[in-house]
């Protein structure tokens, strides 16, 4: 895995929006977790200090919804061309990286053999951005068995936002997963595909079966909290992040056996409150919306798209009709209207 912030020089600024950064006044940073690269770290000079607006504190950015109101990210770039800094990121992992302040978050899982393999040329345009993939199993449907799981190291860094340099690493646990992945996909995404949470004192680090882990953003662990272990649909393995609104962590544990959502106090893990879902496996992340001094939690389903009350957890609202295999996350857009994508037809 190979983590990069990617800048411009004031004469290529141009408005664009990016779901993996917070961006500064001078120079435009982001940063994108991509397989398979090897690369020494380089430097750059950025602001001193990012206001509370520059912060990318969560999975699809500061409103839920991928947009930096403030970026200016560059659009174009290539290995030589708008790229500030470029790590080696050991194991591998879909997390997206968060940022707050001075530092940038990553989760990843690290198999028994130290890192994942990084011989590999890094990843062109096309095959980052879905025009070309491999290892499908012989196409959509043919996913083949599960991968048989290894022993992992389930870990959190810390990076320097300026310069990439590694400030803390923390192993959540060593352990072998409880369930091997499937053929799809399984050689790329591994075991730590939810993004973590921030709120600028405490980072939670979210890794399904796992566990939930809140450290202060110096590392330190403060809690921790096992939900068990969950079954998902053909071993395709877990994907949803937490969200977080106020003192309140709410977990979407959609999968084969029973499925609940809950509420965590966020500075103790203790359960507030948990409900059933009557779903199968999915990998959305909850939206949090404010509408008529009522927080809603949004949370797609392949059975409905639910809304639940933030405080109680009692159902509000909920609207059928999508199609197997809910991944999106719901976004919201002048707090009436709510966009749920699905796949055009089941698998």
């Known amino acids: 895995m190979l983590l990069l912030a990617l800048g411009c020089s004031q004469e290529e600024q141009s408005v664009s929006v990016n779901e993996t950064s917070a961006v500064s006044p001078t120079v435009e940073t982001s940063a ?45 770039w290539s290995e030589e061309k708008n790229v500030v800094w470029k790590i080696p990121v050991p194991g591998r992992g879909h997390s997206t990286p968060i940022i707050w302040g001075e530092q940038l978050f990553l989760l990843t899982a690290v198999p028994e053999n130290g890192t994942a ?54 192993s959540a646990r060593k352990e072998t997963p409880h369930e091997g992945m499937s053929g799809m996909g399984s050689s790329e995404h591994g075991y730590a595909s939810g993004s973590p949470v921030t709120d600028g004192t405490h980072l939670y680090s979210y890794f399904g079966s796992r566990g939930l882990y809140c450290y202060g953003m110096d590392g330190e662990l403060v809690w921790e909290k096992d939900l068990g272990d969950m079954k998902t649909r053909n071993a395709f393995g877990e ?104 796949p055009t037809r089941p698998y």
């Not at 991928?66 to 174009?76: Q, S, W, Y």
């Not at 043919?142 to 992992?152: D, L, N, R």
């Open 32 to 76: 994108a977790a991509i397989e398979n690269g090897s690369i020494a770290p380089g430097s750059s000079s950025t602001p001193s200090s990012v206001g509370a607006d520059m912060n990318w504190p969560q999975w699809r950015g500061p409103s839920g919804n991928g947009v930096a109101l403030a970026g200016n990210p560059p659009i174009e």
């Open 239 to 342: 994907g949803a992040s937490p969200a977080l609104a106020g003192d309140v962590l709410v977990i979407v544990w959609d999968e084969e056996g029973d499925s609940f959502i809950y509420a965590l106090d966020k500075n103790s893990g203790e359960i507030l409150w948990k409900k059933p879902r009557n779903e199968r496996s999915s990998w959305s992340t909850p939206s949090i919306i404010e509408f008529e001094d009522q927080t809603q939690v949004v949370v797609n389903g392949t059975e409905a798209v639910r809304s639940y009350d933030l405080k109680s957890g009692d159902l509000i609202w909920e609207c059928s009709g999508q199609t197997a295999n809910a991944i999106p996350s719901p976004v919201h857009q002048d707090l009436s209207l709510i966009h749920i994508s699905e």
């Open 117 to 170: 393999d990084v011989s590999i040329p890094l990843l062109n345009s096309k095959q980052v951005f879905g025009q070309q993939r491999s290892g499908r199993g012989g196409g959509r449907g043919g996913f083949g068995a599960p991968i048989e799981a290894k022993e992992h190291d389930f870990v959190t860094i810390s990076y320097d936002r300026t310069t990439g340099e590694e400030l803390w690493r923390r």
